[in-house]
């Protein structure tokens, strides 16, 4: 029942734009069409990409200055502000990353106060609650030097239900996932 449906409605739209285009009197509506076509597919939509898939191209594609520093700010010691329920904490000077939780990403632009070297933001994901939040990107707004956002889930989830947590995308950053069950 569902496909017939959807049959139909797809059907109904290639009759009206047969209509707008093979109508001589249809001019206003077919630049309306062109300019809601063209806005549509220049947006670009939030797409996060597997960790380990990124790095191999990477690889792959000789960027190896870009490997190695995304590999330093993954996997390496560093200056680090931690952010969660129970309070934010700065380890080192100049901190280069942030580690928060889901629940503290709306507060990191006003808690955060060296924001200058940022360039990695790691988000944990630790209950299926979770999966219901939003990570507003315009939260990071403040971060001059943000290349990464890491989005680390400890449930069970997908690439599209990670996407969708993702708002107000600007394609600014590069949207980083790992699903990490009981690791």
């Known amino acids: 029942m569902k496909t017939?449906?959807?049959l139909?409605?797809?059907?109904?739209?290639?009759?009206?734009?047969?209509?707008?285009?093979?109508?001589?009197r249809n001019i206003f509506q077919k630049n309306i069409f062109f300019i809601l076509f063209f806005l549509v597919t220049s947006f670009s939509f939030a797409q996060s990409e597997?960790?380990?898939?990124?790095?191999?191209?990477?690889?792959?594609?000789?960027?190896?200055?870009?490997?190695s520093h995304l590999k330093h700010l993954l996997y390496d010691l560093q200056?680090?502000?931690?952010?969660?329920?129970g309070g934010t904490k700065v380890y080192g000077d100049q901190p280069t990353a942030i580690f928060a939780d889901i629940n503290s990403i709306?507060?990191?632009?006003?808690?955060?106060?060296s924001k200058s070297d940022i360039e990695i933001v790691t988000i944990k994901i630790s209950n299926a609650a979770d999966l219901n939040k939003s990570i507003d990107l315009n939260s990071f707004?403040?971060?001059?030097?943000?290349q990464y956002i890491f989005i680390i889930s400890k449930v069970?989830?997908?690439?599209?239900?990670?996407?969708?947590?993702?708002?107000?995308?600007t394609s600014k950053y590069v949207l980083l996932y790992k699903i990490s069950i009981g690791g």
């Open 4 to 6: 017939k449906s959807t």
């Open 8 to 24: 139909e409605k797809a059907v109904k739209f290639i009759t009206n734009c047969k209509f707008i285009f093979f109508s001589k």
């Open 50 to 67: 597997n960790v380990d898939s990124y790095l191999t191209n990477l690889e792959k594609s000789g960027q190896n200055s870009k490997l």
């Open 79 to 85: 200056s680090a502000v931690y952010s969660s329920k």
């Open 106 to 113: 709306n507060s990191l632009n006003s808690i955060v106060s």
């Open 141 to 146: 707004s403040g971060f001059e030097k943000l």
């Open 156 to 169: 069970e989830t997908s690439p599209s239900v990670i996407n969708n947590l993702i708002k107000n995308d």
